[in-house]
């Protein structure tokens, strides 16, 4: 009993400041990574316009595309 309350108080104490970092640093991280996201925003609407373009053709002459 007393082993299993030991090694709760270990985790405990090895546990609380990653938590801790995690909780502070994950709106740096949330920061950092919005350019990425704008970005990929950006490159899907590219994407998307250039499917479109592709099948124009197809949908002008009546395709199900």
């Known amino acids: 009993m007393f082993?299993?309350?030991l090694l709760w108080a270990i985790?405990?104490?090895l546990c609380w400041p990653l938590?801790?970092?995690v909780l502070?640093?994950?709106p740096l991280v949330?920061?950092?990574l919005l350019p990425l996201r704008i970005l990929g925003f950006a490159v899907g609407g590219v994407l998307a316009l250039?499917?479109?373009i592709?099948?124009?053709p197809a949908r002008l002459l009546g395709g199900k595309a």
């Open 3 to 5: 082993i299993r309350f």
């Open 11 to 13: 985790l405990l104490v």
């Open 19 to 21: 938590a801790l970092a």
């Open 24 to 26: 502070l640093l994950f």
């Open 30 to 32: 949330w920061l950092v």
């Open 50 to 52: 250039v499917k479109a």
């Open 54 to 56: 592709f099948f124009l």
